[in-house]
C-alpha cells in the first residue's frame, strides 16, 4: 500500500495545506517526503495523519491478488469478445478503483478499465482514462508500457487514425519482441489495421499468424474473426477458390456455435466473393441478405448499398441502381464522408454523366482515395478519366493527366511490396 499517494489524495480531496494536515504531527518538509515517497514513515504517524483527515486505514486496504486476478479474467473476457462476463467483470473491479490507487498495481488497473472502455466503444471515457494514464507513462514498467502502447494502438483504430495505431504498435513491439505471446490479439488487429489500409499481403502474413495464437489460447471466436479477414485477403489476391473453402468452414462454425454475428458477416464476405467471381446476381443476393440484418443509416449499411448497386451496373441494371443509390443519398446528412462520395461517383456512373462525374472525381473523390492509398479505386477511375481527356481534351491536358497517373502508379506498386 502506498501510504504517500493515499494521505495527498485525502488531503487534496479535503483541500488542506500540507500546514494544516501535519500540524502537530510532523513537519511539513517530512510530510512532503512521505506524500512523494522519498521517505518511509511509521506507522504511528500514518495513522496519527489520516485519522486527523477521519480516514481509516481500514478502508482503504484490499485484497491485491484477487483483484489481479479479476483484472486478468477482464482482460481475457475481452480478448474473447465475451460482453455479459467483461461487463459483470468490470462492474464490481470499478468499485475499487479508490483503494487500488494507492497500489503498485495502480497503472495495471487503470490500463485495463481503459481497454474496456474501447472494447465498448465508449470513446468518451476512453479519452478519459488515456489523459490519466499519459501522465504517469514515465513511471510505467516495461510491462505496463507495453500494455499501455498496445491499448494505445486499439484507441487509434477507433478514432481511424490507422497510421498512428500502427506506429505505437511498432513501439510496443520494441518494447517486447514477443509481443504476440503476451498479447495474443497483437497480430489480429495489426492485420485488420493492414486491411484497412489496404495492404493485403502483410494483412494475410498476420492473419496467418494470428490463427494459430488463437488456437493455443483456445480462443474460438477470434479463431473465425481471423479467418473471417483472412478470406478477404485471398479474395483481393484472387484466390478464390481457397477463399470459398475458408467461408464454409465459418459458416458451418457459426451454425454449430450459434453465433449469429460470425454468420452474418460471412454472408457479406461472400458477396464480396462472388463480386470478385463475376458472379454478380449472387454477390446482390449475399449482400441483400447481410443488408437485412443490420442497423439501416450506418456506414456500414451504406457500403452494402453501394456493392449492390455496382453489382446492378455490372448487370446493366442501371435504373435500378440509380433508384436504389438516389433514395439512400439523400437520407445522408454527412456528404464528405468516405462512403457517401463512393455512391455520388456510382450514381454519376450509372446516369452516364461523364463530365460531371470526371469533375467530381477530379475535385473531391481522386483526392481522399490517395490520402486512403484506396488503390483499386485509384487504378479503376484515372483510367476511366484517361479515356474521357482522349476524347474532350488537349494534348497538353492529356500528357499532364498521364503524368499524374504514373506517379499514382508508382506510389500504388510500392505500397503493394
Known amino acids: 500500500m502506498n501510504y504517500g499517494k493515499m494521505i495527498y489524495h485525502h488531503r487534496k480531496k479535503l483541500g488542506w495545506t500540507q500546514e494544516t494536515l501535519c500540524e502537530g504531527i510532523c513537519?511539513?518538509?517530512?510530510?512532503?517526503?512521505?506524500?512523494?515517497?522519498?521517505?518511509?514513515?511509521?506507522?504511528?504517524?500514518?495513522?496519527?495523519?489520516?485519522?486527523?483527515?477521519?480516514?481509516?486505514?481500514?478502508?482503504?486496504?484490499?485484497?491485491?491478488?484477487?483483484?489481479?486476478?479479476?483484472?486478468?479474467?477482464?482482460?481475457?473476457?475481452?480478448?474473447?469478445?465475451d460482453h455479459e462476463l467483461s461487463q459483470l467483470i468490470f462492474e464490481n473491479l470499478v468499485t475499487k478503483e479508490e483503494s487500488v490507487r494507492y497500489t503498485n498495481i495502480s497503472n495495471e488497473f487503470l490500463i485495463t478499465i481503459w481497454r474496456y472502455y474501447i472494447f465498448i466503444e465508449d470513446i468518451k471515457?476512453?479519452?478519459?482514462?488515456?489523459?490519466?494514464?499519459?501522465?504517469?507513462?514515465?513511471?510505467?514498467?516495461?510491462?505496463?508500457?507495453?500494455?499501455?502502447?498496445?491499448?494505445?494502438?486499439?484507441?487509434?483504430?477507433?478514432?481511424?487514425?490507422?497510421?498512428?495505431?500502427?506506429?505505437?504498435?511498432?513501439e510496443a513491439q520494441e518494447l517486447?519482441?514477443?509481443?504476440?505471446?503476451e498479447l495474443q490479439e497483437y497480430c489480429f488487429y495489426r492485420a485488420l489495421v493492414y486491411h484497412i489500409l489496404n495492404q493485403t499481403s502483410l494483412s494475410m502474413y498476420f492473419c496467418n499468424k494470428a490463427i494459430p495464437i488463437f488456437v493455443q489460447n483456445n480462443n474460438i471466436k477470434r479463431i473465425l474473426d481471423s479467418k473471417m479477414l483472412l478470406s478477404l485477403q485471398l479474395i483481393k489476391s484472387s484466390l478464390l477458390q481457397k477463399a470459398e473453402a475458408l467461408l464454409e468452414e465459418v459458416i458451418d462454425s457459426s451454425l454449430i456455435l450459434s453465433d449469429r454475428t460470425i454468420h452474418i458477416n460471412a454472408l457479406h464476405n461472400l458477396g464480396f466473393l462472388y463480386y470478385h467471381s463475376n458472379q454478380n446476381k449472387k454477390a446482390i443476393e449475399f449482400y441483400k441478405s447481410y443488408l437485412s440484418n443490420i442497423q439501416e443509416n450506418t456506414e456500414e449499411y451504406y457500403t452494402v448499398i453501394s456493392n449492390i448497386a455496382n453489382n446492378m451496373m455490372i448487370l446493366n441494371e442501371n435504373e435500378s441502381a440509380i433508384e436504389l443509390l438516389g433514395q439512400n443519398l439523400e437520407k445522408m446528412k454527412n456528404q464528405n464522408s468516405s462512403i457517401y462520395i463512393r455512391m455520388k461517383v456510382l450514381f454519376y456512373e450509372a446516369n452516364?454523366?461523364?463530365?460531371?462525374?470526371?469533375?467530381?472525381?477530379?475535385?473531391?473523390?481522386?483526392?481522399?482515395?490517395?490520402?486512403?492509398?484506396?488503390?483499386?479505386?485509384l487504378l479503376r477511375y484515372?483510367?476511366?478519366?484517361?479515356?474521357?481527356?482522349?476524347?474532350?481534351?488537349?494534348?497538353?491536358?492529356?500528357?499532364?493527366?498521364?503524368?499524374?497517373?504514373?506517379?499514382?502508379?508508382?506510389?500504388?506498386?510500392?505500397?503493394?511490396?
Do not use: C
Not at 476512453?126 to 499501455?148: I, P
Not at 499532364?400 to 511490396?417: A, D, F, G, Q
Open 176 to 181: 517486447a519482441p514477443n509481443i504476440e505471446i
Open 27 to 81: 513537519s511539513v518538509s517530512h510530510l512532503s517526503k512521505i506524500e512523494n515517497g522519498t521517505k518511509e514513515a511509521g506507522i504511528e504517524t500514518i495513522e496519527l495523519l489520516l485519522k486527523k483527515m477521519k480516514v481509516e486505514i481500514e478502508d482503504n486496504e484490499i485484497k491485491l491478488e484477487d483483484v489481479m486476478n479479476q483484472l486478468k479474467k477482464l482482460w481475457n473476457a475481452i480478448e474473447r469478445t
Open 352 to 377: 452516364k454523366e461523364e463530365a460531371q462525374l470526371v469533375e467530381y472525381l477530379r475535385e473531391v473523390a481522386l483526392p481522399i482515395w490517395i490520402k486512403l492509398n484506396d488503390s483499386d479505386k
Open 382 to 417: 484515372y483510367g476511366m478519366i484517361s479515356d474521357y481527356y482522349e476524347k474532350n481534351k488537349s494534348m497538353e491536358e492529356q500528357n499532364n493527366l498521364l503524368k499524374e497517373y504514373n506517379l499514382i502508379l508508382l506510389n500504388v506498386i510500392e505500397s503493394r511490396r
Open 125 to 170: 471515457m476512453a479519452k478519459k482514462k488515456w489523459k490519466q494514464l499519459d501522465q504517469n507513462r514515465k513511471k510505467f514498467s516495461q510491462y505496463e508500457l507495453t500494455k499501455f502502447l498496445f491499448t494505445l494502438s486499439l484507441y487509434y483504430l477507433k478514432e481511424k487514425k490507422y497510421s498512428d495505431s500502427l506506429l505505437v504498435m511498432d
